[in-house]
């Protein structure tokens, strides 16, 4: 990776930031529409390029997609998707291969998903064992079913009830995708409740589906059914907002305000967290949307379990928090962290060290002892690999501390191409 930015020691940071369109909203609006017969708008999709592989994919399997201004319409066929002859492309976005393989296992023919080198190394085993078991074929490489991936997919799959063995509201989506086809009635069982994104959007396009919490958990049931064209508004990204929530909150002249994101618990865990620590979050909530005001603020080390923020997205920028604040941090059941676009459990811990923290691990466990202040923060060079937070999260570091240079930035593109650019306007 050569693309290198130089991150300058912010002085005071001032202002109101919008985050991008919410990225997994943004995915599943593009499918859901896709599958429907017929016309479908969506207004606010995020312009990140993991969003924009999800788009061309739906062009690819015989959808219209065009763009008018911050509205993008999709279309459709009456006679519903069909297989395509060309490999289709994920790019570096997960979400899209993961509910892609449940889409494609549906739909009649051969199917190839290809990705990038990070993407190409992401464990698929997760959705081909529960897909295999509905009828569809899912062929990848070596043990952990890495893609490429072929999959044989059938236009009658079977009903399953399946019990997710990892919090993952991708492996539940890419099943409830295929379920949309099958005979009979799917089931799904979470033992911690993960974003609820696929159900939500689902019932708003008509399909027939219930759930239910149960303790952590969550049980999801579905009646096969085609989806109906809809006009999708997408709210702001939580996880893009956890950047400029950090950010407020370690730099010592600082307060942001970050509008209208998305305000489901399962994706604001993050705002407890840092609450918790100490710092001074003001909110202002709407029925389905939340605007945030993160100020400067002294923090205290908390312990934080998995099971609070469980996609894990926001923890490596919580890991800067960790390290700006009063005592040792615990960061518990993290293993999910080594299998998101780059090993972030090592990249958090790198991070963290190379300003000046002493940081361990145990485990799934890993621990930073904070330095009490972003103003202790040392100046560091990074290579942030193909992985988009990663890249932001040494931002928010260098930022609020002494500065940074990042190797590997433009993959910010692939969920925040104007990153940058919002936290330059803040300065
Ligand atoms: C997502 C689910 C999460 C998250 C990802 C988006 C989704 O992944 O990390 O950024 O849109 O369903 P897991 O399902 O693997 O936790």
Redo the contacts with the bound molecule.
Sequence with gaps: MSDGVAIEPARALRGAVRVPGD??TS?RALMISALANGASRIEGLSPGEDVASSARIMQELGAKVTRDGDVVHVSGPEEGLRASANPLDCGNS??TM??LTGLVSAIDGEHELIGDASLSQRPMDRVAVPLEQMGALVRGQGERVTAPLRVRGRAALRAIAYRVPV?????K?SILFAALNATGTTSVREDVR??S??EDMFRDAGIDLESENEGFGRYVVLQPGRPKACSWSVPGDP?QAAFFCVLGAVHHDASIEILNIDASPERTGFVGVLQRMGASIDFDRGARHLSLTSSSSSLEATEIHSSEI????EVPVLAVAAAAATGVSAFRAMG?LRI?ESDRFEGAMELTRKLGCRVWSDGDDFFIEGLASAEDFVRFDIDAGLDHRMVMAAAVAGAAGAGCTILGSSTVASSYPHFFDDLVSLQ
């Design positions: 990225k997994s995915h997960g979400t993961r509910l919090p993952s509201a991708q492996v989506s993960t974003r994104t696929t996880s469980p996609s894990v997205d999910e998101k």
